[in-house]
């Protein structure tokens, strides 16, 4: 389309946005000059095409057929309904465009619908949604990747969920002044979005709205605005934003992975969650005065009696001294800051929340202070620098992957009074050579220490009854194992992959997992009398040469496959194992000698 024209169409717009931080809808009484009741007029020329309807439902009969692969701006004047948004998402979804000789060039629309009327009626235009008065409706232009600007009709109150949704070449829009909602993901991954100037009269704008639109670097927030959703502009380009004076609620991570340096609360406003999520670049956080919910020192956010550490921005380095009155530290309050080194919490601190310091790959020091005595889930996870650790006195569970991926991790002190180890606690903490586990411990939960390749020595103390599902797989390091007496469940590949030469099963073990011991080096086992049920290929591809199994009467028995190694049973009890179910499938039942 001749860029002249285009610039004198949308001419107006581009001065008036100009001349003020809050754009206004441009006028269209000047474009226009006829009774829209006394006839329907279609006009064309070039690329460009101006469609006039009397009635909804006409678009694509008044449009003229030849301009389907060739029109780049379609201006429409008069009552739309779902008919009508059912061929413009046609349109807008074409697979070329066509010059007036038949030649390909770029396949874009631009749309002007301003002096359009949204009005119910007519078919569904998307799935089972249909139009409503005044609305831009639910998934409206979903997907729609030829679309390339849109002037949206004058009296336009809401945007619905995800109405422009995967319109991916979509670079600019302009609202009226009469929009005052935005809906959940509007916008969402309108990758080329750079342009959009939202109304005053905007009060809410939903969660992933602007996600993923990563072309978008500016944004005045509206002075009405009340709510903004989680992740509302998250993954953007912004690099700052003034929140206004009377916005109610942010959502969690509306921020999130932006460019974002300082961020300025307001006294109105509380943060879901009481977290902005993944910041990597913010540096300060400060608080209005008065606020109901925050206060800030030194950058932080804490909450309104500053007993409780909230978030500590992601772009602040080095080293941080927590304030000595604070008692708890927020799930994710230090999460993902790669710059932080090293925390010193006061004596006060007695809980910590979920993944507090998680993803802090830059961490090398932290101590947990004396009178901790609940923490949560992935507290250091992902913490790639952390070196040691010492675990409080007062915690008797190591919640869900409290050091998963602490890859440079070589000691825990782990104290009396833990009675579980819980899932992942240890996962893929490949420098851990050696760990004494507590007495009290009773239960090694499912991957506990999964992966830890360098793991050469454990003791697992005096009380542990069960062993989770993978909770020693892939410890290839490690040759030899006493289990306790204690032990009475082996669960599915617990130490399948692992690097066992030699391993004690205990006289009171009763079950043993499927592929337990699977790919091990194992060369003999012993299966005590106790043992009552034995999973599928316990001991697969382990170049077994003796098989024992001690219990008089032959214990329950999944799939055999390996059944070549010689099986050694109570002399008494050859005849049995002879006909009991896959027991009878080894090729040799011996007595034990």
């Known amino acids: 389309m001749n860029k002249l024209l285009r610039t004198l169409l949308l001419l107006g717009v581009t001065v008036m946005v100009a001349m003020s931080a809050n754009a206004q809808y441009y006028s269209t009484d000047r474009r226009y000059s006829y009774d829209r009741s006394r006839y329907r007029h279609t006009s064309s020329y070039g690329d460009v095409c101006e469609v006039r309807l009397n009635r909804a439902g006409e678009l694509e009969e008044q449009m003229a057929p030849d301009m389907f692969d060739r029109v780049r701006l379609l201006v429409v004047d008069g009552p ?12 807008l979804k074409r697979n070329r465009c066509v010059d007036d000789e038949g030649r390909s060039v770029d396949n874009y629309v631009d749309l002007d619908l ?7 009626g007519g078919d569904s235009y998307y799935s089972y949604y249909r139009t409503a008065h005044d609305e831009v409706g639910q998934s409206m232009f979903y997907s729609c990747n030829r679309l390339r600007s849109v002037v949206l009709p004058e009296r336009v109150r809401v945007i619905a969920d995800d109405a422009f949704r995967y319109c991916g070449n979509l670079e600019e829009v302009i609202m009226p002044p009469t929009v005052r909602a935005l809906g959940n993901g509007a916008f969402y991954s309108c990758s080329d979005l750079s342009r959009i100037f939202l109304p005053d009269g905007v009060e809410s704008i939903g969660k992933d709205c602007f996600e993923d ?7 005045d927030l509206p002075p009405a605005l009340r709510t903004i959703g989680d992740d509302a502009f998250a993954n953007t380009r912004l690099t700052q934003v003034r929140l206004p004076s009377r916005l109610q609620s942010l959502g969690n991570g509306a921020f999130a992975k932006t460019n974002i340096r300082s961020l300025f609360i307001p006294a109105s406003t509380q ?11 913010l540096e300060n956080i400060e608080v209005e005065n008065g606020s109901d919910f925050y206060t800030c020192e030194n950058g932080a956010l804490y909450d309104r009696d500053g007993t409780t550490l909230l978030y500590f921005p992601q772009g602040k380095g080095g080293s941080f001294a927590v304030p000595d009155d604070v008692t708890a530290i927020a799930a994710n309050a ?15 601190v007695t809980s910590i929340g979920d993944k507090a310091f998680a993803g802090c790959k830059g961490l090398e020091q932290v101590v947990l202070p004396p009178r901790v005595n609940t923490f949560g889930n992935s507290m250091f996870a992902n913490c790639s620098r952390l070196r040691e650790a010492a675990i409080p006195d007062g915690i008797t569970v190591l919640p869900y992957s409290t050091f998963e991926n602490c890859s440079s991790l070589t000691g825990v002190e782990l104290p009396e009074g833990i009675v579980s180890i819980g899932e992942k606690a240890f996962e893929k903490c490949g420098a851990l050579i050696s760990i004494e586990l507590p007495s009290t411990l009773t239960k090694l939960c499912e991957k506990a220490f999964h992966d830890c390749q360098s793991l050469t020595s454990i003791d697992l103390g005096t009380s542990l009854t069960t062993i989770g599902k993978e909770a020693l797989r892939g410890t290839k390091a490690l040759r030899s194992v006493t289990l306790p007496a204690t032990v009475s469940t082996l669960e599915k590949e617990a130490f399948r992959s692992s690097g066992l030469i030699d391993i004690n099963l205990p006289e009171g073990l009763i079950s043993i997992g499927d592929n337990a011991l699977r790919e091990t080096q194992l060369r003999t086992l012993t299966i005590p009398a106790s043992v009552r049920e034995i999973g599928k290929k316990i001991a697969e591809k382990c170049k077994l040469e003796r098989i024992t199994c001690l219990a008089p009467t032959p214990p329950k ?10 099986l050694y049973v109570p002399a008494a009890s050859v005849d049995t194992y002879k006909s009991e179910k896959n027991w009878k499938n080894f090729k040799q039942i011996l007595p034990i000698e």
């Open 80 to 91: 739309l309904n779902g008919t009508d948004f059912k061929f413009l998402q046609k349109l």
């Open 114 to 120: 301003a002096r359009a009327l949204i009005v119910g």
């Open 213 to 219: 639109c990563t072309s978008l670097k500016e944004m």
């Open 271 to 281: 943060i879901a969650g009481n977290t902005l999520g993944r910041m990597a670049y």
């Open 334 to 348: 230090f999460a993902a800051n790669e710059r932080l080194t090293a925390v010193h919490l006061p004596a006060s």
């Open 557 to 566: 028995l999944d799939k055999v496959s390996d059944n070549k190694t010689p």
